[in-house]
């Protein structure tokens, strides 16, 4: 993707958000608009879920807050959900968000906050409220049962923060108190003689996707101020537990660095472990880790040890839940008095079980059976092996299906039949990576015994300990490697707190420093992909899974550019499904920067989502055989080819080559016009019009003169005696319409076109009528491009804002250009996903619906949305559209070509 494609979103989304923070009757539009090209901004999510609860939109208001609330622990959320709750009259949820607003956060003591929260305390049942002022103090208002009363304590105190050592030997940071994030906390330095200072902060940082809600406040302590002081040193609240990046030893940064790609001698050949050590380090999410040391305890190899490090944990139930493990000897528990992190927490078991091989476990996992046996027996393969990663759907470097990671977390029950299928395929493969991932990690007796422990006085709370243990690992001879036949999954996800990720960056730049080359050396493996195969291969194994038993086997050959085309081939293969048979379909594979790179796109199979199998891509210019001899084993029966868009040539020889029926459905006219879409420029400057569908040698002239937007370059007499030959050939050539029906058989005498329809126009819709007048609201519903009508839109929309009209119009979707629409004052919403399109209607209100579309389109879903929302369309009299709104009498047909005057005149009358 190009840079200027990147940060479009991004520039839409704050253009949209300043808009919306000025007020207004459409301050909601705007930030609806904002959040829907910046969703995961809080921000925005804040300003949007207020503006909601001003428009008495409390379900939507209140599910804001929630979400809000519930991942960044704001009082504001917490504070705006008691208030949607109690607008919806719903006592039970104002009572379970002012409990944690009470209980977890600092309050002013501003009489206007108290009297509503003691008010809605009262009318949840309660007769006082206690409440923590910036003090400290602990305050009871009014008298009996007392909401609030049982405070948090550690979270009205908790300091969060990152401290970073500096070149010159100083430290850097912030920190932030989130309980009451309106003014610096107090922050103490403390020597490892238990000397102890203040630390001074300064002014607050800018808000950055880090810390968006949270103000952080910065410090530094120069290395004259530590002269003196013993490292490490440990930076904490005054009521204790460090910040994340503390304890820190500025000493640690002064080694030399050791170029990341450098290699020590080979090591012996290792002697026998003294046994298998499981190391668990444990800290939240009794359910998650119940479920992942179950996995370990049901897997384990006989005699292996299950070490379990409860790292303070601030979740009572789940240290009871490990003690009681302890207690029944089903594991060894080991518990830090104050939380260390991922580091500490792996060497206080690593010095429980010297000489042992070790897999180090995060709590969030699922072991399946038989993976421990798999990544033994590839550390033992070979000598030079120092750690071995499996294969996981969330595991950096190690990530399947998508090697980018992302991946959705599988159940025990799958994760089990995955790594059965990866070690039927893969066996004891090997693929040598630069560094092995922490989720779970083999490391052989002999590695460990020579490179040491983690490295908390670096790399504290954790990320990338493992990084640099495996580096040092290379340099001591060893290699990490991925065992391509094993799966494990992990549920993953950087934690949404600001230290997280501040610690993330802190931790790989001093990795870098250190070994100078990391990045780049991941860089280059992530660019040659050496894994490619493996994961092809088990890609390849749960695609005959998927067609085995199937009563047929069919292809669908379509585009990846999503729209009407990946609609209905999904309803097809729906429907392939429900009839017991199995759907493939081969699409192109959409490119990273698909504005610069040019057609043929690379053909990727798959049975489900786009992405569930991403392996299966081909090159259908050098690797047509190889697909051809997987689909043949595969059983394909019958191909339906839907698009070409984007795809080889060759993949119009599929159905022949594997000697099976094709059946062929009209999405378009490309089969007779290189544009597809009958449209053309009788100028250069000019916009696109219907080009009335002229004799050949017209349509030849046509794209002689304009070579934009020709999608096929065969020349249109060649084009067209392919597509006759293709039709002649073709078991069944369908179109959605009756419209597109003909218009095919007209340009091709003797072929039949069935016209079936992708929805039923018969079904009864209610259409309201408009207002007779006053204003209008316009909407113009889809994606909205040169061909659906953009030009027309943006010049109704300057005449109806030149002639003083009562007409605004709202593009409920996207379009080619929402800037110029904007210009011309036309609301954008910004594009929606399948079955967003009625919620955002209904949002709208809009009178009646305009779809100015100027090409004979063969169906229009649009219209059919418009009906459900019951709005009255006005089309243009061409196409599916036009045809259908004739045939049902449900809307209005306007001859196309009308001046946008005269379509504005229409629309203030139009109407049932």
Sequence with gaps: MSRAARHRPQKAASEAWAKGRLGGAVARDWLERAARFAPDDPRIGLDLARARLDADDFAAARAAYERLARRYDVATGWMGMALAALRQGDMTGVTTALDVLLTRHVLADEPGSVAFLRQAAAMAGFGAIALTRPDGARVRLGTGRCLGERADELALTRVEGLVTPRADGGLEGWAARPAWPDEPPALFLTDATGRRERVRLGRALPADDNAPLLPRYRFRVSARKLAGLVPPFGLAGATGGDIFGSPVDPRALAEPPRRAEARGPLPPAPKPAAGLALVMPAYRGLEETRAALESVLDSAPRGARVLVVDDASPEPGLSAYLAGMAGRGRIELFRHERNQGFCAAVNTALAKAPGHDVVLLNSDILLPPGALETLRDVAYANHATGTVTPLSNEGSLASYPRAQGGNQMPDLAETTRLNGLARAVNGLDAVEVPTGVGFCLFIRHDCQAAVGALRGDLYAQGYGEENDFCLRARQAGFVSVLATGAFVAHRGGVSFRAQARGLMARNLAILERLFPGYQALVAAHFAADPAAGARARLDEARLRE???????????????????????????????????????????????????????????????EADDMPGLSFALETAFDQLMALLRD?????????????????????????????????????????????????????????????????????????????????????????????????????????????????????????????????????????????????????????AKGFEVLRDCALDARARGLGLEFVVVGGSSDD???????????????????????????????????????????????????????????????????????????LPLGLPPGRVNDVLLRAGP
């Design 634 to 786: 595969l059983g394909v029966g019958r191909v339906v080819l839907h698009h070409t868009l984007g795809h080889h040539p060759r993949v119009r020889e599929i159905a022949g080559a594997l000697g099976v029926a094709q059946e062929i459905v009209v999405h378009d006219y490309g089969a007779f016009c290189p544009r597809v879409n009958l449209l053309s420029r009788p100028a250069p400057t000019e916009p696109p019009r219907y080009c009335g569908e002229p004799a050949e040698a017209a349509c030849v002239a046509c794209c002689a003169r304009d070579k934009g937007g020709v999608h096929e370059r065969l020349g249109v007499r060649r084009l067209r005696a392919r597509t006759r030959a293709e039709f002649a050939a073709a078991s069944r050539v369908s179109a959605p319409s009756r419209d597109a029906a003909r218009r095919m058989m007209r340009h091709f005498p003797g072929v039949t076109v069935e016209a079936t329809p992708w929805e039923e126009d018969a079904l009864p819709y209610e259409l309201r009528r408009p207002p007779a007048t006053g204003k209008r609201r316009v909407a113009v519903i889809g994606g909205i491009g040169p």
């Design 546 to 608: 998927a067609v085995s038993g199937a009563r047929e086997v069919v292809l669908m050959i379509s585009h990846s550019h999503g729209g009407g085309v990946a609609r209905q081939v999904r309803a097809e293969m729906a429907r392939v499904r429900a009839d017991k048979g199995a759907a493939l379909l081969l699409a192109t594979e959409f490119p990273a920067d698909p504005e610069r790179t040019p057609y043929p796109w690379r053909a990727r199979l798959q049975a489900g």
């Design 819 to 893: 800037e110029r629409l904007i210009e011309a004052g036309v609301f954008v919403t910004g594009p929606y996903q399948e079955g967003e399109a009625q919620g955002l209607i209904a949002q709208l209100r809009p009178d009646l619906a305009f779809l100015p579309s100027i090409w004979p389109e063969t169906w229009c879903f649009a219209l059919t949305e418009a009906w459900r929302a019951g709005l009255w369309p006005v089309v243009f009299d061409l196409g599916a559209q036009g045809e259908r709104v004739r045939t049902t009498g449900r809307g209005l047909a």
